[in-house]
């Protein structure tokens, strides 16, 4: 009897731990009822799966996937470390949340990407290559540093978060998204995003800002990333957040590059034992889904 006990004792403890994770929306959908490319015809996405990246095309970012290819796109996910031939093949190489160490979130940071996987990036991206990179607070932020570093972006290995704990709405209205070529150069203007935390970063003068922070932000940044909680102990070091983005592009040589500072806009997550929405499918982030498309849309031009 008593082992019966402790045996469903584990089971609950797996059943409450797996709902506690997060996991992919099946359930979101967003129409798209003129797809920029004929169904299955259209540029082929590379998605990295090869630098410890939390996040897979059949995991969390299924909703990505799936809205992509029903614009039209084909999406295939990169399991091998960088290389030129594979990437001839694509018209746009993403990279969300890539990781030197998954199971170490504490300094130093140290590069995701080995320095002949950012010089290849780099010279694919000078020759006409587009780069979709997407990172997140410590230690995605460190893990991408160098990476960015390449083409005049500085990553903070940090936490961007808003002082009073709110949801974060980016919008016009509040002149933290700004008008651009992604934000108002299609068809459908975005005029707010919804972000959960991540990390900000500075640009070059060449680059054009999306979304930036304000003085609700600082950036904080802790020797560990376990020791973000709230309250925010006083003891750990931080930066204003305003000066900062967490969303720009630019172009680089004949290539694009767009960067994000958040890995959950872009996913349908559902968080938690309570299953909150987390990503493109809260109430909250109705323009979510458009504005990646848009993003999509401006790499493949």
């Known amino acids: 009897m008593k082992r019966m006990i402790v045996c469903l004792y584990f089971i609950l403890l797996s059943i409450v731990q797996l709902k506690a994770q997060q996991v992919a929306d099946e359930q979101f959908h967003y129409p798209i009822t003129d797809p920029h490319h004929r169904i299955g015809d259209g540029p082929l ?12 095309l059949r995991g969390t970012y299924a909703a990505f996937s799936t809205l992509l290819q029903a614009d039209g796109y084909r999406l295939r996910s990169a399991k091998e470390k960088i290389n030129l031939d594979r990437l001839k093949e694509a018209k746009i190489f993403i990279s969300v949340n890539a990781l030197y160490d998954p199971e170490n979130w504490s300094l130093p940071a140290r590069s995701a990407f ?11 991206v000078n020759d006409g290559g587009n780069l979709f990179l997407v990172t997140d607070h410590m230690p995605c932020g460190g893990s991408v540093q160098a990476l960015a570093a ?10 961007a978060l808003r002082k009073d704990g709110r949801p974060e709405i980016f919008s016009r ?25 991540g990390t900000g970063f500075k640009v070059p003068a060449t680059a054009q800002i999306i979304s ?4 609700e932000y600082e950036i904080y940044l ?18 204003p957040g305003k000066g900062f983005a967490n969303g720009a592009y630019l172009r680089f040589g004949k290539g694009r590059i767009v960067i994000f500072g958040d890995g959950a806009p872009f996913s349908a997550q559902l ?3 309570k299953s ?13 889904a458009q504005f990646l498309l848009n993003i999509v849309h401006w790499l493949d031009q």
């Open 114 to 124: 080995t320095d002949k996987e950012i010089e290849i990036l780099r010279q694919w």
């Open 173 to 197: 209205d509040r002149k933290t998204l700004l008008r651009n070529e992604i934000t108002a150069g299609s068809s459908t203007e975005i005029d707010s995003i919804m972000c959960w935390g």
């Open 150 to 159: 390449v083409f005049g972006i500085h990553v903070m290995n940090g936490f």
């Open 222 to 239: 802790p020797t560990d990333a376990n020791l973000i909680k709230r309250p925010i102990p006083d003891d750990i070091p931080r930066l």
């Open 271 to 273: 968080h938690g034992i």
């Open 276 to 288: 909150e929405k987390r990503g493109m499918n809260h109430p909250s982030a109705y323009q979510n």
């Open 212 to 215: 930036l922070l304000d003085d």
């Open 45 to 56: 996405l590379l998605f990295d799966e090869a630098h410890n990246n939390p996040v897979t």
